[in-house]
């Protein structure tokens, strides 16, 4: 059994599902492990990580309203200290997963067709959000 573990800093703009696919999918080919057990872990209480289509950018958008009718900003939150989007962010990161398990085989993730790897970013201000990748396998 092997394991092989990095960081990723992914630069975000505000609200959207940024793909981080491919980025997750270079360190798995770095570690040169055949078959093993992928996982990503988001070290942020504001973001959460999400599988979900990746043909289809309408879907990424449907989610984005849904959340923001789910949780919305406003003046009925005590904790507002970062800003009126910062409690509608821990909500939404609280129902989100903030980490994935994709199995791997032949070195490559396991990712259905239509799946893509997003890291969804819940605050309005641009951040650098550090994503851990752990890679165990053969």
Not at 4 to 32: D, K, Y
Not at 44 to 62: F, Y
Not at 71 to 80: F, I, L, R, S
């Amino acid at each position: 059994m092997r394991s092989h573990q990095q960081v990723l800093t992914i630069s975000t703009r505000g609200p959207g599902l940024w793909p981080i696919t491919e980025l997750v999918s270079a360190v798995v080919r770095s570690a040169a492990i055949q078959a093993g057990l992928c996982t990503v872990f988001i070290q942020h209480t504001s973001a959460s990580l999400l599988i979900q289509e990746n043909a289809d950018p309408t879907v990424r958008t449907d989610l984005l309203r849904f959340l923001s009718r789910l949780a919305p900003e406003g003046q009925h939150y005590d904790h507002d200290a970062e800003g009126p989007d910062d409690m509608p962010a821990h909500i939404k990161a609280a129902l989100l997963p903030t980490s994935l398990a994709i199995p791997i085989a032949g070195g490559e993730l396991m990712l259905g067709t239509w799946q893509g790897i997003y890291l969804v970013e819940h605050r309005r201000q641009a951040h650098g959000r550090q994503v851990v990748v752990q890679i165990l396998g053969a």
